[in-house]
């Protein structure tokens, strides 16, 4: 094996709390532990998962990184990831994707919550879902400033923690440039409440909140002028109103290519348990027909495409919508000029 499949880590400097300091290691791996998944042709995939990031190909399924990742989103040829370190802290990491696997990978910033799910570049910063917290982030990669937005509560500041009535566990953002989405997933089975979509403006105020019939649902975005979105408590894909892919796991983590979607597939069991769980990712063609599930040794988080345009990113999706522009979307019920909030 070539040197560029060994293991090896990058020493970095974490914040913790108060003035102490030390080093934690990013632990690069690129380890080939799986080939030949050719359902997938040139597109190659992220995935985030509870027990590493993970590069998937045609000819192989590459552990890149060691540990517990969720967001990931790119700005060019730079790509970020949220990775959570302990029940106080997390961090997100700075990488490029190499032929081999992964180059050089730095820590960006060491003091965010473990609680932060989906990141994105919205608005010319990076967004990022404080889930636990309830509110939205926005972080200057150019500067490696990290700045609360003003007014970046959408379901409101909490007073009780999570145990607050309006705890929304807002774990998804999306924005195609004229439509900013987000995902209230608002614990149902802990609640009663299904999961809500939140029309945001551009102050990421909520400006409609519209209701699903979904559980604990993750991921959000516009496709063929609808909603799409993962119903991870009853284990499927939503398209508008129409139920489109069904597995027997959680659903959670979705990318959406010009000829591919992807779903991720999750095990589901007590937290303390979540690091040995498995997952995997459904591969969909572009009419939602099922052509394989790709394993993999961790619960799927999110999904990325690497090496074609991701709809499921904002900056892509905005591109899209500015190529075909649609200033409402009727067939979703959505415009975004409205002013009041649905209660």
């Known amino acids: 094996m070539s040197s560029a499949y060994r293991q090896a880590s990058r020493y970095v400097r974490k914040e913790l709390s108060g003035n102490l300091k030390r080093y934690v290691p990013i632990t690069i791996e690129n380890r080939i532990i799986d080939r030949s998944y050719e359902m997938l042709g040139e597109t190659q995939l992220l995935a985030a998962t509870k027990n590493g990031l993970y590069l998937i190909r045609s000819d192989a399924v590459i552990r890149l990184l060691r540990g517990q990742f969720y967001g990931i989103t790119r700005l060019a040829s730079k790509w970020f990831v949220f990775e959570r370190l302990s029940s106080t802290n ?63 509560y959408p379901p409101g500041s909490l007073n009780e923690g999570r145990n607050s009535p309006n705890y929304a566990h807002l774990n998804s953002i999306w924005s195609d440039g004229i439509h900013t989405l987000a995902m209230f997933h608002n614990e149902s089975t802990k609640t009663g409440r299904c999961s809500e979509i939140a029309s945001l403006n551009d102050d990421f ?131 975004f000029a409205e002013s009041a909030v649905a209660s």
């Open 90 to 152: 997390g961090r997100i990491i700075e990488f490029r994707v190499t032929e081999r696997g992964i180059g050089k990978a730095k820590q960006r910033r060491g003091d965010l919550d473990p609680g932060c799910h989906q990141i994105d570049m919205i608005h010319g910063g990076l967004l990022v879902a404080d889930t636990y917290n309830n509110r939205l982030i926005s972080y200057d990669p150019s500067s490696n400033k990290l700045d609360e937005l003003s007014r970046s």
């Open 205 to 335: 105020q909520v400006v409609k909140r519209i209701s699903t019939t979904a559980g604990h649902a993750h991921n959000i975005m516009l496709y063929q002028d609808e909603f799409l979105y993962c119903d991870s408590k009853a284990g499927t894909l939503v398209h508008g109103d129409r139920e489109v892919h069904r597995c027997h796991y959680l659903t959670r983590g979705l990318s959406v290519t010009p000829d591919r979607i992807f779903v991720g597939h999750s095990q589901y069991g007590k937290r303390e348990d979540r690091e040995s769980l498995k997952g995997g990712i459904a591969v969909l063609d572009g009419e939602f027909c099922d052509l394989g599930t790709i394993p993999l040794p961790g619960m799927v988080q999110e999904i990325r495409a690497v090496n074609t345009i991701d709809l499921g990113l904002s900056y892509y999706a905005t591109k899209e919508r500015l190529r075909r522009p649609l200033l409402n979307c009727p067939n979703c019920n959505l415009a």
